[in-house]
Every structure is written in structure tokens, then in C-alpha cells.
């Protein structure tokens, strides 16, 4: 193993050339300091939830990595924290979420202009708003950027925030379609953050058309927590970025890795640039848990990914290229959370055909009786089958010793100062609801 990491770190100045740089901030557009402040109370405020139960920080929360410590987190009828969240029995959930919960690092970069898992949301000057949506057509404009419309799409979904049919009015405007426009479920949620005092006070002081008497939108509120999003969980100044700038040296384990992933591995085909992401769509085998994505009217729990968005046999099972950076800290892995332990996660990356053969590893899973078994879809070789079929990457075999050095290399993506937190987790917030510590 010590000969092995010898030989690759000295490798390292033969994979120069094909390192990127290093974030700079002319990669990131400026956010004004009083915007993030107030975006921080909104996310972590439960008043943007239907039942006033869940704020964003719930399944993005710092202790987590900004995810929620789970493979597929419980929304709206869970109770608790990360591993420890559980259904109330009181008000059970209807299912898991189906995707993982994904980090929020960096997303304030220009470079982002496609986000979720499968593409959903993406730039398109060509469009009225500037964004393409599944809302289309009635996609209201107002929203600063693309980080903006992506994070206020959970507080539709009955499974994340909204609720169900019959338990709150947002939930309700939502059943009938009803999202954008007067009476809308964002219409609601706005009269809601605009009834309380110090957030109208508050709106006034960041905007000046609002301290004029415009009254205070939801596209407003999506914009603050953009600017939140974007300053807090800004991640550049790691000890990868120390080496890029600076040359300060990485530990002979992680520049071993580093040797690996700019080299014979082939991880940088994919995780390239300076956020270690190509920003495309790439079928990658990994296990699908959980109750998939489907219509109402569609009983199968798979997840094709990519195809539900663009309809093409070809992007069958494929899902976004996650940012590498902060790794470390954001499992589960997958689109779905399959693997809890980043090392196995590696092995089957680099070999998923044969990984999806393999016995799941234990799952990281709230406590939670769902009405479908989880693990419907691995369970059945046919499925199994499909999702092997998708992927076109060969295998890269690397051996126990090469997955150690990789790990290492992707610890050393990790900005301690941004894992600290700058604002932090507030003390209260303006509705007085209980904050996810």
C-alpha cells in the first residue's frame, strides 16, 4: 500500500496539465449581505411548509452535509432529525421521498445552470422567466436565477413540503393545479411570510419597490433564499484549492488519489472543471430504492432519471453529474442513497455492472412502514437488468489499496471553514416556530 501511494503521488506532475483551476470569485455572481440574512430566516422558517412542520434546513441541514444524513428522507408526516427523523404516528407519511436529498454546495455559481437530479429545472434565456420548468408556460418571472426558482419547487411537492390533499390550504391549491397567480399555493405562502410584522419590516429594508408598498412575492422569498444558499454554502477553499492556487502539498494518500482521479481512473471524463462536475446526464448504474418516480396512474417504483424530463430511450437511467466538492460529507451516495460508506460507493462507481450483482450494503433509512417494500426494484433481476443495460462507461478496475487513495483524495475537497458555517443556524425565527437545530 505505502509503495503503491509512493508511485502514484509522484505521478502527480504528469496529471498537471489536465487539473483545473481553482474557483475564483469571478465565478460566483455577488450576493448583498442584508438579502442572505434575511434568506437564512426563511430557510430555516417552517412557515413555508404546509403544516408549518418542515423548513428547507430540515433535509438540508449543515450537520448533514447540507443533505439530510439518509438515503430518502421523510418530508411532510416525519418527525426528528437526519437518521433519527421517524414517522409520526399521529400523521404518517405516504411515502419516502424518492430521490436523495442533494447538497446545496456551490450552487450559487454561474457555471450551475441545470439543477435536481434529472435535469428538471435549467437556463433557457429563449423563455419568457429565463428558465425551463416543469410549471412551462406558467412559469412566473421575478426570480433572480436559476438557484432561486430551485429552491422553492419543494414546497410543492405533497411528499416534501406541501402536504397532503385535505391538510392545509397550500396542499390543496396544489391538488388542483392551482401554483402560480392569485390564490396559487405561492400566492398563499407569501400572504403567509407578508401577515407577519418583522418579515414585512424586514422585506422593506432589503427592497426598496417593497418598502414602496408593493407587497411582498414569492418570488421575493425565493430570491432571498438564493442569496442565503449561495453565500453560506460557498465551498472554495479546500486543501485541493490550497494546492491549485498555491502549491501547498496534499498528503501523500490524498495526492495519490488526486494521481488516480486526474489519471488512469478516468473520474475527471466526468467530474471536471473547477466544481469537479461536467454538468450533463450519465447512466452510471447505481441501485434504485425506494418508491421511484411515477405518475399516479404508473404502479412500477423505478427511476429513469434523465428520460422523465426529455423522453429519449437514450437517457434512460442517466442523472446529473454531482459536484464533488464537500463530498465527504454529503452521504448517502447516489441518486437514491444506496450506499452509506463512500469507499463502497467508489467500488461500485468504478464497476456498476458488476456492483448491481452484489448484495445492497445496509441502508441509512427513517423509520418508516411503507405500503411498496423498498427494494421492489433490485429485487427483481429484470430491473436489475435495465438499469445494467444503461450504462455505456467499461469498467475501471482499481483495487482496495487505489479506492483508499481516491477516498483520501475526495476528503481533501472539503472547505472546513464553509462546513463550520458562516451566519449559522439562527436562534428563532420571525413566525416563532421551532428551528431544526
Known amino acids: ?16 496539465a489536465d487539473l483545473p483551476r481553482a474557483p475564483a470569485d469571478a465565478d460566483f455572481p455577488p450576493v448583498r449581505a442584508e438579502e442572505a440574512r434575511l434568506g437564512r430566516l426563511l430557510f430555516w422558517d417552517k412557515e413555508l411548509s404546509g403544516n408549518r412542520t418542515i423548513s428547507c434546513g430540515t433535509c438540508h441541514h449543515p450537520r448533514f452535509g447540507t ?31 424518492p430521490r436523495n436529498a442533494p447538497a446545496l454546495w456551490n450552487l450559487g455559481a454561474a457555471e450551475f445552470t441545470v ?8 437556463a433557457d434565456p429563449d423563455r419568457p422567466s429565463g428558465l425551463r420548468t416543469p410549471l412551462e408556460d406558467e412559469m412566473v418571472q421575478g426570480f433572480a436565477n436559476l438557484l432561486a426558482a430551485q429552491t422553492m419547487f419543494p414546497v410543492l411537492s405533497a411528499d416534501e413540503m406541501a402536504g397532503h390533499y385535505g391538510e392545509n390550504e397550500v396542499a390543496q391549491a396544489v391538488r388542483q393545479g392551482l401554483i402560480t397567480g392569485p390564490g396559487g399555493a405561492w400566492d398563499r405562502i407569501a400572504a403567509r411570510i407578508a401577515a407577519i410584522p418583522e418579515y414585512r419590516a424586514l422585506f422593506a429594508e432589503v427592497y426598496p419597490e417593497i418598502a414602496a408598498g408593493r ?5 421575493d422569498i425565493s430570491n432571498a433564499i438564493a442569496a442565503f444558499v449561495a453565500s453560506e454554502f460557498r465551498a472554495t477553499d479546500s486543501p485541493f484549492d490550497r494546492f491549485l492556487r498555491d502549491g501547498v502539498p496534499l498528503p501523500p494518500d490524498a495526492a495519490a488519489g488526486m494521481a488516480l ?10 467530474h471536471a472543471g473547477p466544481f469537479l462536475t461536467d454538468h450533463r446526464f450519465h447512466a452510471m448504474g447505481s441501485p434504485q430504492i425506494g418508491p421511484g418516480k411515477s405518475e399516479r396512474f404508473e404502479t412500477h417504483q423505478r427511476d429513469t432519471g434523465r428520460m ?9 437511467y442517466a442523472f446529473r453529474t454531482p459536484s464533488l466538492r464537500m463530498v465527504a460529507l454529503t452521504g448517502p451516495w447516489g441518486h437514491a442513497g444506496a450506499h452509506a460508506d463512500l469507499a463502497a460507493f467508489l467500488a461500485h462507481h468504478a464497476d456498476p455492472v458488476a456492483g448491481l450483482a452484489q448484495p445492497l450494503p445496509p441502508l441509512v433509512l427513517p423509520g418508516f412502514a411503507p405500503a411498496r417494500p423498498d427494494l421492489a426494484v433490485m429485487d427483481s433481476p429484470w430491473e436489475v437488468e435495465q438499469i445494467a443495460a444503461a450504462v455505456k462507461r467499461p469498467p475501471v478496475p482499481l483495487t482496495g489499496g487505489e479506492i483508499a487513495a481516491l477516498a483520501a483524495f475526495l476528503a481533501s475537497l472539503t472547505d472546513e471553514e464553509a462546513a463550520a458555517g458562516r451566519l449559522g443556524i439562527p436562534d428563532r425565527v420571525p413566525s416563532g416556530l421551532p428551528v431544526d437545530r
Open 1 to 16: 500500500m505505502r509503495a503503491l501511494i509512493l508511485a502514484l503521488a509522484l505521478a502527480v506532475p504528469a496529471v498537471a
Open 67 to 97: 443533505g439530510d444524513g439518509v438515503a430518502l428522507g421523510l418530508g411532510e408526516g416525519g418527525i426528528g432529525l437526519g437518521p433519527d427523523r421517524v414517522a409520526d404516528p399521529a400523521n404518517p407519511p405516504e411515502q419516502r421521498i
Open 115 to 122: 439543477l435536481f437530479h434529472d435535469g428538471r429545472i435549467e
Open 215 to 219: 407587497t411582498i412575492a414569492f418570488t
Open 261 to 270: 482521479f486526474y489519471g488512469p481512473a478516468g473520474c475527471a471524463d466526468c
Open 308 to 316: 422523465r424530463v426529455t423522453g429519449r430511450k437514450e437517457d434512460a
